[in-house]
């Protein structure tokens, strides 16, 4: 081979090197982009907007005891929504009670007790879709039916799973003062 193809193969393949790091690159910041769902993507899994009868308290230990979401007041059967878009991954009965769950972008899966399904396991289901109606018998709940709303976070390293609080998800709109005049 001349000197002018092997100085040429050489630029080519550093080229080549460039453009596919450039490419990794990119992915990796559609990635985290992907992974941080914005508060405005998520809602009350309930309308009007729900008392909420209990809050979130997470144990100090996965093992140890806790609440690990909210509970909504609400009415036997009230429809309940999808918070967030996602998927269908459960609608089943779990320890008697029906459940269904669905899968977010970036890890997040919500769960809604008890509810029945009016949706099945693999339906995508946009923000605001009816997921099933509520039902009366959730333990400790002071309304006539409550909404166990949960909701946790996939964490990388030892695919642990982070319960967090679902209020968390909603956009509050920042309180802004006026001057008085």
């Known amino acids: 081979m001349n000197r002018l193809g092997r100085v040429g193969g050489i630029y080519h393949r550093r080229l080549i090197s ?13 990635e985290q982009s992907v992974s941080a769902a914005p508060h405005e993507e998520f809602g009350w899994p309930m309308q009007p907007r729900p008392a909420v009868e209990r809050q979130f308290d ?3 230990q ?6 690990r ?3 909504l007041a609400g009415a036997p059967g009230q429809a309940v929504f999808a918070a967030g878009a996602g998927i269908v991954v459960f609608a089943g009965r779990v320890a008697g009670k029906p459940v269904v769950s669905i899968d977010h972008p970036g890890g997040l899966r919500t769960t809604y007790e008890p509810v029945q399904a009016e949706v099945s396991v693999g ?7 009816r997921i099933g109606t509520l039902e009366a018998g959730h333990e400790g709940c002071g309304a006539a039916a409550c909404l166990h709303w ?16 679902p209020l968390g998800l909603l ?9 008085v005049t």
């Open 18 to 30: 460039i453009v596919l790091g450039i490419i990794a690159l990119l992915g990796l910041v559609a």
């Open 58 to 60: 997470r144990p100090a």
């Open 62 to 67: 996965d093992w140890l005891p806790g609440h």
């Open 69 to 71: 979401g909210v509970d």
């Open 123 to 129: 339906l995508r289901v946009a923000r605001g879709a």
């Open 150 to 165: 949960g909701a946790r976070r996939d964490e990388s390293g030892h695919s642990r799973r982070a319960y967090i609080d």
């Open 171 to 179: 956009h509050s709109t920042p309180l802004r003062l006026k001057p």
